[in-house]
């Protein structure tokens, strides 16, 4: 288990950090709220995942101060290595990176959501891996819904087969789609394709598979994905700042 130093290049005042964390998630919190409002939607029904990624254990235990408690990684040993210093705190972590078949034991021991399936395989290995003693993984397919080369993702098109062959599988609950659009500042272009994974969503629902949850949105653009629908947002810079451009050691997948 790596020490908590490991997880910062240069370590910070845990002081700093707290204060810092705790201004910014506040400020998303707000944003989320304005956003909502916006709308004429609930903000207690928009749920905010902390991504923590290439951030240590002290940000996450200044954004837990703050009442935070979902948070998402997507590289495997640095997760692990934090959900076991972090374990008394009784977090949610998510996962939501790429996934290889030799990681996904790893991932189903210690994560209740998954958010980036987006192949058979990927999701059979989670089932076979999940043990009894836990409770079904929390799943969402992730979907390509840019059709970028460069990014993981089922097509939109083969979202209903996969989804019906998960439905199948013991111990993975499938709980809805989640997305990484193109980048872009154009608010109008952020809607649209948010408002294409809704529509995918509510297309799988018509077909007979109930689903709950959008996660969608990050720090550039959650307001544009709460518009559109979006139950849970993913933030992680506008929370945490810059990421370190090394964190010690870690398992990038």
Known sequence: MLPREAFHAKPLNFHEIMDATGINLQAVKRRIANAAAQCGRNQENIGLIAVSKSFGTDAVTSAYAQGQRAFGESYVQEAIDKVSVLAHLGLIWHYMGPIQSNKTRAIA??????????RLRIAERLSSARSASLPPLQICLQVNIGNEITKSGVAPGDALALARAILTLPKLNLRGLMAIPPATQDKARQRHYF????TLKEQLTASGITLDTLSMGMSDDFEAAIMEGATLVRVGSAIFGPRPTSVGIRSKI
Request: no cysteine.
């Open 109 to 118: 021991a210690h994560f209740a959501w998954v958010h980036s399936v987006d």
């Open 195 to 198: 408002a294409q994974l809704r």
